[in-house]
Nanobody, 114 residues
Framework: VQLQASGGGLVQPGGSLRLSCAASGSIVGIKAMRWYRQASGKQRELVAVITSGDDANYVDSVKGRFTISMDGAKNILYLQMNSLKPEDTAMYYC?????????WGQGTQVTVSS
């Protein structure tokens, strides 16, 4: 199974983007799906996670601005990002945690700049 992330781009502060992460096939045994980001020169950080039970959690810096969701039927993970700030600029990665292991998608670049 491969994960394909998309939806990144250049956006002005205050703008919105929606990231998508599509799986190449059905994924069994999903425990959680997650979005991470890594800004230049910084460590990768967990941004948002959604469990198979639809419980969602966020890093404090994005609470109230980002929403993670999952279309289980289509095996697509989303991250709706609103009120974007320059400090949200980073490469964003999706990740799936399953009963049999972890899979990472390739990154999609988000740049917030005027």
């Amino acid at each position: 199974v491969q994960l394909q992330a998309s939806g990144g781009g250049l956006v002005q502060p205050g703008g919105s983007l929606r990231l998508s992460c599509a799986a190449s096939g059905s994924i069994v045994g999903i425990k959680a799906m997650r979005w991470y980001r890594q800004a230049s020169g910084k460590q990768r950080e967990l941004v948002a996670v959604i469990t198979s039970g639809d419980d969602a959690n966020y890093v404090d810096s994005v609470k109230g601005r980002f929403t993670i969701s999952m279309d289980g039927a289509k095996n697509i993970l989303y991250l709706q990002m609103n009120s974007l700030k320059p400090e949200d600029t980073a490469m964003y990665y999706c990740n799936v945690l399953t009963t049999w292991g972890i899979r990472w998608g390739q990154g999609t670049q988000v740049t917030v700049s005027s």
